[in-house]
DNA sequence: AATCTGAACAACCGCCATCTT
DNA sequence: TAAGATGGCGGTTGTTCAGAT
């Protein structure tokens, strides 16, 4: 199906956005609202793709967005949240009055990941980096003298196999969890170390339970007489959010 | 003072979901 | 039901700026 585009594209500006142009996009929301996006920037005057004009507004023009740094109970709860969500930047901004799925991205990516890296937790899957000792290691040295005698390219092996198996608990029989074999590699001359891919419990199917107030569906917060269980005004429904979303 | 480097953040791009015809 | 239009989201890139050398 093709589509067209979202704007003309040689008719409109890119890059940072003039004062001329936040004072005419405001202007116009204001006395118009939030309409057709796509044809705002022709009615506001603007030479700007309406989805431009949209993330503008959404992102810094939007009268009540919390500008400024964010505070440790913010980050705290990114990360909650983001542990339960992942990258669902907009869900989480949902949790965060004031603040906007691309600023929390932005936020996530410079600063919430370091500081899991630098307390030890993968900031992926919210574990402890060391939990996994699983790794292998590849080495191109080993790779280089297999070459010599596989003469058919060059070749890598898993390296100390059975020291490896060892480290992390496993049957010492490399074949029982590597494959055992060299694998070919053409022109790479790297060092790596790779894990296996985490293997999360698989998230169980969630009814929607009935007592669900029609708040907590909504995910908004929690009314007086809710009695749902939840965290953070997230139940436990949304644990398996992916499932259902995905449906 | 000049240059380099990395962090921070604004903005764009492409894809997908939903709505409309 | 299919196709097109639109909105929204997440990933990525480009630019700016501050600190280090």
């Not at 004009?53 to 967005?65: A, T, V």
């Not at 003298?145 to 010492?172: H, M, N, S, T, Y």
Request: a positive charge; glycine letters at 8%; hydrophobic letters at 35%.
């Amino acid at each position: 199906m093709g589509r067209s585009p979202c704007c003309e594209k040689a008719h409109t500006n890119k890059g940072a956005w003039t004062k001329e142009e936040d004072d005419r996009l405001v202007a116009y929301i204001k006395a118009h609202g939030e309409g057709c996006w796509r044809s705002l920037p022709k009615a506001a005057g603007l030479l700007r793709c309406g989805k431009s004009c949209r993330l503008r507004w959404i992102n810094y023009l939007r009268p009540d967005l919390k500008r400024g740094n964010f505070t440790e109970d913010e980050d705290e709860l990114i990360i909650k949240l983001h542990s339960l969500l992942g990258n669902k930047w907009s869900l989480i901004a949902g949790r965060l009055p004031g603040r906007t799925d691309n600023e929390i991205k932005n936020y996530w990516n410079t600063h919430i990941r370091r500081k899991l890296l630098s307390r030890g937790i993968d900031p992926v899957t919210h574990r402890p980096i060391n939990e996994h000792a699983s790794n292998i290691t590849i080495s191109f040295e080993a790779a280089a003298a297999a070459a010599a005698r596989d003469e058919k390219g060059a070749v890598f092996r898993l390296e100390e196999p059975k020291a490896a198996a060892a480290a992390i608990g496993r049957d010492q029989n490399p074949a029982d969890w590597g494959h055992g074999k060299p694998l070919k590699c053409p022109d790479l001359n790297l060092d790596l170390c790779i894990s296996p891919p985490c293997q999360e419990e698989p998230l169980k199917p969630v009814k929607r339970e009935a007592g669900l107030c029609f708040s907590c569906s909504l995910g908004l917060p929690k009314s007086a007489e809710c009695k749902c269980s939840s965290f953070l005004g997230l139940r436990t429904a949304m644990l398996d959010f992916r499932s259902l979303e995905m449906k």
